[in-house]
């Protein structure tokens, strides 16, 4: 049942933010708060649980079941590893840094906006425990719709040519996901005479080589659309530009990483073969994204359209990390989704507190503005410094697990993303000297932090030192997952 | 010793008070916190290693916590004080004690004092934390700590963009090197499966036989991450440009430790250095071809900071070339004796900039004999340190030690000996020319304000240990005194030495004394004499290693996101879109609503389809 209330709690809780619009224009913005710190406070609680003894196979904490269409072997079922454990706590705790983020800065038609912003956080919580994958599906689609109304109602300049894009992208690749769902339900149906979408009998599926290959295919079309991945990552940086603060951080932080939630639970346990086929071209596909994404962030003059690109650099490791098989890489990944969650979502945050003040985005017109903004400044350098992988920040140890792993399947697109570390130098020192340095261009009179924005960076630079230096909780946590089950049974 | 966590603990915590509190303590509170963290930490540093000498114990480590975890692969927050770590601790928490106690009255004016200081704090904790990791991550954390902290700190005063610029050059160019030493890290942990210092260099020696390509693979990428730390070729060009920062930041991190880094790096990792010769041969040709040109360079210099920004360069060169030769603990005796002098240099010039309202150029100077006796003095016990003027100063010690073993030990060739007393030769050249320049001569700018107590305190304290510190170990010409290196003997190997007599050794230093009263006198003869224009520029712009990196490197990079900003990608997919549109309006075109162009159409496809099946059968 606990599971359930993570998906009911967001999706009850948007109904009544648009309802209570009516009452107060403020209300649904409490509202929206109240449940994201119910969800945390919860996802937190079965964190600090005592760990359940290891099982032998994947030792799922919780396990909710219903059936609900049983003729077409569709049920309600969901469950709880590590993997989706820390994917939830993220959710919930980036889920209430949006609405903060949003505090002051939504004043037009604030029910329907939380209304949007929780139904896309259900979505997205759907989506990390759903087991069933008809139901993911659904989930899927549920993420995008209120997403593309985030962006197209309440974003800037270009919003609906961006929302629009943001669909396309992702509808594209989600109908080819739902192709290789309904392929694989058939093969599946027809090899073993029961034909169901459970994720934990699909596993067993008996597979014929080209056959897997191209279900495989499928799948990554919708999850490296939303990584992004290279060369389809063009959505993301028009989304991220134009939506709103808090729909950027949901997108940088949580929506990405459905992407990569999705290559680790479903592509590799269920298409081992075919993953360790195409296991080069995707890692390269990474690098390359790792290079080319940081190639354009320095090229940028747009604060948000920086950081987006930056995200297309950061989500390259994920890919080569997820396909290099072996334990480190895939700790890796793990500490990488939620350390550029945190840092990316951090750094769309600024950006939206400066131009709050600024009324503008551009970093040309920025510049000299530690003066005036030490706090800020201060804060901005911490994110920075984890944006281009500094030891002692959270991303650090994502990058350092995934390329060490990574080594060990391919050195030479190792050496090549390894580079990414050199061009990620570049483009975050380059934010730092544009924003903060250099000479200012007129007298700011500039208020740093108030109260709200300091309660809402803080949290985020605590959690992302603390993933620094102790990440043993996290690990150990993601240890107990699906894949990591999979890749001792292929060492074996 | 079981306090050893405090050393690098107590910079980060003052660090973090700093940083936290800045507005609340003031600046009294600033200096208690900024220089008693570092003074504590020195005090620490001193007992712990005392007690460390009286255990007798090869190796003392301390587990803090564990880092990460994954599988069989382990990391712990450990530290190991050890010789070789004590012997860095020591340098790096006194002399930073004696440049924070200085910059309390070099940076007094600054309204940034504050966080001048918690950067500076920082820096000593992470460079702290490099020496005395037990684990090669750990000292990554440092490694790139200290980097972080130079960036802040060459970019302090963040105004000028050229500082920024300056700022930016190091992190990146560093960067680099820090990238190939991840890459040895990587290669490390496949082979090995840890990063554990001793459990690394253990391994090592069973699994490899001396020359294995992964084990050379190794070395040359840790000497990657060497270079780049230590500014020797070919990724030396930052540390001029890094002058840009508070000269107290120059002596602290540009000469007496950060810039060491990279000789700590390769001493630690010996026993991998010793298993690849090519690498170690790289090593020291990279040193004896650094300090030549790094000492050409400082020679036709006109900033007083960038002559002993280029004086590091080749110094460190020194330190190098003994590393290649396996001249171990001439190294750790150069690098000892160099932080003192080094700093001395720097923070006696930070006083002359200082008094001549923030005037750098020698040329503006001189005559200040009289104006700064005590900086005189002092400048002067650094300078014949720098020139290893013999018996009366400790970089003679240090430096003939190199010269001599240059030649003799197991990787010594003549030729490199015959470098090092070249750069001697040219040291001498430039530290008097120098010299001359500054104190002697016409006064050209006045002076301002005579530095306070605060800031000659420390400069006399230097200058005594820049004298003293020689006599940590004597040559064989006069009673063979070998503290430092029996002291540093359980961490690395005792230098092997191919011919060694006493007489071949005083003759060598004969040959390097002549040498060096030679170029004093031909400096002092020749100091205004026209130079070639073009060959000083060349020299003056570090062999044009910057404008070729820009044309290699840079230029492209910034022309292709200059080009590629609006993402070439992103047309194949409006490229798409506009396809899509175009299809559209030509299929819309024809729905015209004139009947007659209908039946043709139907008509014509009958035609077609009929035509089709007719021909299909007729085959």
Redesign the interface.
């Known amino acids: 049942m606990i599971l359930l209330a993570f998906i009911l709690f967001p999706l009850a809780g948007a109904f009544l933010a648009w309802a209570s619009a009516a009452v107060n224009a403020t209300l649904p913005r409490w509202i929206a708060l109240l449940v994201m710190l119910a969800g945390l406070v919860l996802a937190v609680g079965i964190w600090v649980q005592p760990e359940p003894a290891s099982l032998a196979g994947a030792d799922w904490r919780y396990v909710y079941h219903q059936p609900w269409m049983p003729r077409f072997g569709v049920s309600l079922s969901l469950a709880i590893d590590g993997l989706s454990l820390l994917m939830i706590v993220l959710t919930f705790f980036l889920g209430a840094m949006a609405v903060l983020v949003s505090w002051n800065e939504i004043r037009d038609r604030t029910g329907f906006y939380y209304f949007n912003l929780l139904f896309v956080l259900g979505g997205i919580a759907g989506v990390f425990l759903v087991m069933d994958l008809f139901l993911f599906y659904f989930f899927w689609e549920v993420m995008l719709i209120p997403m593309y109304f985030l962006i197209g109602i309440w974003g800037h300049g270009r919003r609906l040519y961006a929302s629009l894009?943001f669909f396309l992208?992702t509808q594209a690749g989600g109908l080819l996901m739902l192709l290789s769902i309904l392929g694989l339900y058939f093969v599946h149906g027809a090899s073993t005479g029961n034909y169901t979408f459970s994720y934990a009998e699909l596993l067993q599926t008996p597979m014929e080589q080209g056959i897997g290959r191209w279900l495989m295919l499928g799948f990554m079309a919708a999850f490296l659309v939303k990584l992004p991945a290279?060369?389809f990552?063009?959505w993301l940086?028009d989304a991220h530009t134009e939506a709103p603060t808090a729909g950027s951080v949901i997108l940088a932080g949580l929506l990405l990483k459905t992407g990569a939630y999705g290559i680790l639970r479903f592509v590799l346990p269920l298409f081992p073969e075919a993953c360790h086929a195409f296991a080069q071209v995707f890692m390269l596909l990474g690098a390359i994204g790792i290079l080319?994404g940081g190639?354009?962030a320095?090229?940028?003059?747009d604060f948000k359209r920086l950081v987006a690109y930056t995200s297309v650099s950061h989500m390259g490791f994920v890919l080569v990390g997820a396909f290099a098989f072996n334990?480190?890489a895939y700790?890796g990944v793990v500490m990488q989704m939620i350390t550029h969650g945190i840092s990316t979502g951090a750094l769309f945050m600024i950006a939206g507190v400066l131009y709050e003040r600024l009324h503008t985005r551009e970093l040309e017109k920025m510049g000299?503005l530690?003066a005036a903004l030490?706090g800020l400044g201060?804060i901005t350098m911490v994110f920075v410094?984890a944006s281009?992988g500094?030891?002692?920040l959270g991303n650090?140890?994502a990058e350092?697990?995934i390329?060490?792993g990574s080594?060990?399947a391919s050195p030479w697109i190792?050496?090549l993303a390894?580079?990414g570390?050199?061009v990620a130098?570049?483009y975050s020192?380059?934010i730092m000297?544009k924003v903060?340095?250099?000479?200012?261009l007129r007298e700011f009179r500039l208020k740093d932090m108030t109260v709200r924005e300091a309660v809402m960076l803080l949290p985020l630079v605590i959690a992302i030192i603390w993933l620094g230096?102790?990440?043993?909780r996290v690990?150990d946590t993601a240890?107990k997952a699906a894949p990591v089950v999979a890749f001792q049974y292929k060492d074996n | 010793m079981e306090w050893m966590y405090l050393v690098p603990a107590l910079p980060f915590l003052g660090a973090l008070i700093l940083i936290l509190f800045s507005g609340k303590i003031g600046k009294p509170g600033v200096i208690a916190v900024g220089c008693g963290s570092i003074g504590l930490a020195a005090l620490v540093t001193i007992v712990a290693g005392w007690q460390f000498m009286q255990s007798g114990v090869p190796a003392f480590s301390q587990h803090l916590w564990e880092w990460l975890r994954v599988g069989d692969f382990s990391i712990g927050v450990n530290l190991r004080l050890d010789a070789l770590s004590l012997s860095f601790a020591f340098v790096i928490t006194f002399v930073g004690w004696l440049i924070h106690i200085y910059s309390t009255g070099y940076m007094s004016d600054d309204p940034d004092f504050a966080r001048f200081f918690a950067c500076m704090n920082l820096f000593v904790g992470s460079m702290l934390m490099l020496v005395l990791a037990d684990n090669l991550l750990l000292m990554y954390l440092g490694w790139e700590g200290v980097g972080l902290c130079s960036y802040l700190l060459i970019g302090f005063w963040y105004k000028a963009p050229e500082n920024g610029a300056a700022a930016r050059k190091a992190f990146i160019v560093t960067r680099v090197g820090d990238t190939a030493m991840a890459i040895a890290l990587f290669l490390l942990v496949q082979h090995t499966g840890s990063l554990q210092l001793s459990v690394v260099l253990e391994r090592a020696q069973s699994l490899w036989a001396a020359g294995d390509p992964t084990v050379v693979w190794i070395a040359f990428l840790l000497l990657g991450g060497a270079v780049g730390k230590s500014a020797q070729l070919p990724l030396q060009t930052w540390l001029p440009d890094a002058m840009a920062g508070p000269t107290p930041v120059s002596a602290l991190i540009h000469a007496a430790t950060m810039v060491t880094a990279g000789v700590y790096l390769i001493a630690r990792t010996n026993v991998i250095f010793s298993l690849a010769p090519a690498a170690q041969t790289a090593v020291a040709i990279t040193g004896a071809v650094t300090l030549l040109l790094a000492g050409f360079s400082a020679w036709v210099q006109t900033d007083i900071k960038r002559v002993l920004a280029y004086s590091t360069i080749s110094q460190i060169g020194y330190m190098f070339l003994a590393l290649g030769v396996g001249a171990w603990s001439a190294a750790i005796f150069h690098f000892i004796t160099h932080a003192f002098f080094k700093a001395l240099l720097f923070l006696g010039a930070g006083a002359v900039i200082h008094a001549l309202h923030h005037e750098q150029d020698m040329f503006k100077m001189g005559g200040l004999r009289k104006s700064l006796p005590g900086v005189f003095l002092v400048f002067l016990i650094g300078s014949l340190s720098l020139a290893a003027i013999p018996f009366i100063s400790s970089g003679w010690y240090s430096k003939d030690q190199i010269i001599w073993l240059a030649g003799t030990a197991a990787g010594g060739r003549p030729v490199y000996a015959f470098a090092a007393v070249l750069g001697a030769f040219i040291t001498a050249a430039y530290t008097t020319r120098m010299m001359l320049l500054v104190f002697f001569g016409k006064e050209q700018t006045h002076v301002h304000h005579k530095p306070g107590p605060e800031m000659m305190v420390p400069l006399y304290v230097l200058a005594v240990c820049s004298t003293l510190a020689g006599f940590l170990e004597l040559p064989h010409t006069l009673g063979h005194f070998t503290w430092l290196s029996d002291f540093l003997q359980p961490v690395l190997p005792e230098v092997v030495t191919q011919h060694a007599s006493v007489a071949a050794e005083w003759g060598l230093q004969t040959i390097t004394a002549g040498l060096a009263a030679l170029a004093i006198y031909i400096t002092w003869r020749l100091l205004n004499a026209p130079f070639p224009k073009e060959a000083g520029a060349f020299l003056k712009s570090g062999w044009g290693f910057d404008a070729a990196y820009d044309v290699l490197f840079v230029q492209p990079f910034v022309r292709i996101a200059r080009l590629n900003r609006k993402d070439i990608i992103d047309n194949v997919y409006t490229g798409l879109a506009a396809i899509t549109r175009g299809l559209h309006r030509m299929m819309s075109a024809t729905q015209s609503g004139i009947i007659r162009w209908y039946v043709l159409g139907v008509v014509m496809g009958a035609v077609l389809i009929l035509s089709v099946i007719i021909w299909r059968h007729s085959m």
């Open positions: 894009k992208f290279f060369p990552h063009t940086p080319y190639q354009l320095y090229a940028q003059t334990e480190l700790q000299g530690w030490p201060a410094m281009l500094l030891p002692g650090f140890i350092f697990l390329l060490a080594w060990q190792t050496v390894a580079t570390l050199v130098t570049v020192l380059r000297q903060f340095f250099g000479i200012s230096l102790f990440p043993q690990i240890s």
